[in-house]
Structure formats: structure tokens, C-alpha cells
């Protein structure tokens, strides 16, 4: 019915680039905030990037801003995550997130405040 699929996870190297996608069926995820959390083993989940249902406004993480950048491509009801200079802080399994008509606080996003989530996809930043 509702779901939301990650995909594009995968081991790279630091400084590498990785996208990920969020895929959204049987719902417009254009109508929806969508938010990207990791959760790294042994650290709480973090909030990492969160584009709005406007998409006018957005929120990155302290630690990632300035290397990803969330995109929307509305045509095919997806959103992604580009992510750039990788570093191995950055290995975790990322989870996308939506929210109806939802925004994006600049000081950070919580589990909260979305609906409907995916199963994640692991990234692994390593030599």
C-alpha cells in the first residue's frame, strides 16, 4: 500500500560519492516532507537531511552540510540523497522518512514528526 523504498546503499571509499534513493508508491511524495536519518552502530539514529513538501526550505546536519545535498524528482515520485566526499563517520544504515504537508525545522528534525518510513540501506565508507 504506503511504503517508501531506500535503495543505492553500497561500501565506497573516503572521498567517494554515493546516491541514495528514497522511491515512495501508493502515495505523492511531493506532498511530503521527506527526511533522511542514519544510525551508525554504538550512536543514537541522527537526522542527517530534510527537504520540505514545498521543497523551499531544507535542513542538513552540521556534519554533512556543504557534502549532501537532498534532490526531489517529483516525476518519478522519488527523492534522493546525493552524498559526496564520504568519510568513514558517514557508515550507517539510512532511512528515509515522509510527513504529509510537512516542513523542515534549520535547527533539526526528529523521528517524530514523520509517518511513513523505509527499511533503510547500508552505506559503508572504509579503505
Known amino acids: 500500500q504506503v511504503q517508501l523504498v531506500e535503495s543505492g546503499g553500497g561500501s565506497v571509499q573516503p572521498g567517494s560519492s554515493l546516491r541514495l534513493s528514497c522511491a515512495a508508491s501508493?502515495?505523492?511524495?511531493?506532498?511530503?516532507?521527506v527526511g533522511w536519518f542514519r544510525r551508525a552502530p554504538g550512536k543514537e539514529r541522527e537526522g542527517v537531511a530534510c527537504?520540505?513538501?514545498?521543497?523551499?526550505?531544507?535542513f542538513y546536519a552540521g556534519s554533512v552540510k556543504g557534502r549532501f545535498t537532498v534532490l526531489r524528482d517529483s516525476a518519478k515520485n522519488a527523492v534522493y540523497l546525493q552524498m559526496n566526499n564520504l568519510k568513514p563517520e558517514d557508515a550507517a544504515d539510512y532511512y528515509c522518512?515522509?510527513?504529509?504537508?510537512?516542513?523542515?525545522?534549520?535547527?533539526?528534525?526528529?523521528?517524530?514528526?514523520?509517518?511513513?518510513w523505509g527499511l533503510g540501506t547500508q552505506v559503508t565508507v572504509s579503505s
Open positions: 522518512a515522509a510527513e504529509y504537508l510537512g516542513g523542515c525545522p534549520r535547527r533539526g528534525i526528529s523521528e517524530t514528526m514523520f509517518e511513513t
Open positions: 501508493g502515495f505523492t511524495l511531493e506532498q511530503h516532507a
Open positions: 527537504i520540505a513538501s514545498s521543497s523551499a526550505s531544507f
